[in-house]
């Protein structure tokens, strides 16, 4: 193998350890934690921002671009109403932040090296988030946090994994640890930033955004030294290295075709925040006490059922690992399936009620936030120890950009709501997720074949 291509050693990023992980861990999660609080911050103000304030007629000719921008989309979609036209722009603005990664991927493997990448694009996003604060710059401020986040994401994963040795059944459980701690910053950002924007004014909480983005760059610059070495090939070095083998090639196509069901997974469980909140706005009881709960703050619970889905995954597998008996990452993944599968099949059975009461509705929600908890951790595990080094970052973008392609699907199975009625478009979706599971367990063997030595090693005969 060419130096150029082998993994960074290890030790120099692991020797220090935390709670049994590399203290480089903690660095990453907590800067990721800080990201994701800046962006479903963002998220949660946007659409209420423009439909409330920044499209009223005295605002909006203040924004630079907005008329042009309004105008090419508008000669795509046809005319739209103020609220269309947010929604639009709230959904062009969240499918590009899972696609500019493969850019940022690119710059990492092969350009500036993760590190600097990752710095870049924290900046990018704190200036972004800055931005919004100042109506005239909402655009350039998205296209800063879009250009940022693709600098970010697939980056970070990428750190995370290289932390571990091929063969460290300590990488999926590390994959764990990361998605908890972001879900901490998804459960503060509506609470914080939500509160800031709609109470005090919108520009607080925009502002609130960008000062943690601000944090979670300060957390990322002060940990280096515990992150994982860079690997970019230089000019000569890329010129000199032979191309990626046949072996290497087999394992890319292998990720490659198991992105299929990893999208259809993606567009199932998005559904939950989608289609499902205009079902449960009309068919389930949230009366509390005299008060009916929004139909939105089921996503604090949501968010706290998926931190507690990730732990309860990761003691079991200790567990098994203790008895030699932990399943392989394939293995975790579809059980994972099959959990959402039941989520729907559940909520199928329940939309035939008159009217559901909420805590059947959380029912569901358990069910597939523990079945993301047996997802999420294995796949970015297999993804980082299994695509060559060299593409490592550039493959953890490719997973991610899975999820425009879900959020893609999900609008287009958005269709299918009123025709099937409720109780036949949730067993839609379970049948879809079920098919998911089946592939992955039929196809196990075939995957682990072209996977390679690596991951047959990391999975129990």
Not at 162 to 167: Q, V
Not at 297 to 321: H, P, Y
Not at 371 to 381: I, K, L
Request: proline letters at 5%.
């Amino acid at each position: 193998m060419d130096p150029s291509e082998a993994v960074p050693a290890i030790p120099a990023a692991g020797r220090r350890e935390l709670f049994g992980h590399p203290r480089g861990l903690t660095v990453l999660a907590t800067t990721e934690m800080w990201e994701r609080f800046s962006f479903y911050g963002m998220q949660a103000l946007l659409i209420l921002y423009m439909t409330k304030y920044l499209l009223l007629p005295d605002h909006a000719r203040n924004v630079l671009g907005l008329g042009g921008f309004r105008h090419a989309v508008e000669a795509v979609t046809g005319p739209l109403s103020d609220i269309a036209f947010a929604a639009q722009t709230y959904g062009l603005y969240s499918g590009l932040i899972y696609g500019t990664p493969l850019i940022g991927a690119w710059l990492g493997d092969r350009v500036l090296g993760k590190t600097r990448t990752i710095t870049i694009g924290c900046l990018a996003m704190s200036a972004g988030h800055l931005a919004m604060a100042s109506e005239p710059l909402f655009l350039i401020a998205l296209g800063l946090i879009i250009l940022g986040a693709g600098g970010v994401i697939g980056n970070m994963a990428a750190q995370v994994g290289a932390l571990y040795a091929p063969e460290d059944h300590r990488r999926t459980r590390a994959f764990g640890i990361y998605l908890i701690t972001l879900n901490m910053g998804a459960l503060a950002a509506p609470l914080v930033i939500g509160t800031l924007g709609e109470r005090a004014g919108w520009h607080y909480g925009f502002s609130a955004a960008g000062v943690g983005m601000i944090i979670g760059l300060a957390t990322y610059l002060a940990g280096r030294r515990h992150l994982p070495p860079d690997v970019v090939t230089s000019r000569v070095a890329r010129a000199a290295r032979a191309p990626l083998n046949g072996a290497e090639w087999r394992r890319i196509g292998a990720i490659f075709v198991l992105l299929v069901p990893y999208t259809v997974y993606n567009a199932v469980l998005n559904q939950a925040y989608a289609v499902m909140y205009l079902w449960a706005d009309s068919h389930v009881n949230r009366m509390v006490g005299g008060w009916e709960v929004p139909v939105t703050w089921i996503g604090v619970v949501d968010g706290l059922l998926t931190i507690l889905g990730v732990i309860v995954a990761s003691r079991i597998w200790v567990a098994q690992q203790r008895r030699g008996k932990e399943p392989g990452d394939l293995i975790k993944t579809a059980i994972g399936y099959g959990m959402i599968t039941a989520g729907y099949l559940w909520v199928a059975a329940i939309a035939t009620l008159p009217v559901v009461p909420v805590l059947l509705w959380i029912v569901f929600y358990v069910l597939i936030d523990f079945g993301t908890g047996y997802v999420e951790p294995p796949m970015q595990a297999l993804v980082s120890r299994d695509a060559p080094p060299q593409v490592a970052a550039t493959m953890m973008a490719v997973l991610k950009a899975a999820g425009m392609l879900g959020y893609f699907l999900l609008g287009w199975l958005g269709r299918f709501y009123e025709p099937l009625g409720a109780a036949r478009f949730w067993l839609l979706h379970a049948a879809l997720i079920a098919g998911s599971m089946l592939f992955l367990l039929i196809g196990r063997a075939w995957f682990l074949r072209l996977l390679g030595r690596t991951e047959q090693a990391m999975t129990p005969a």
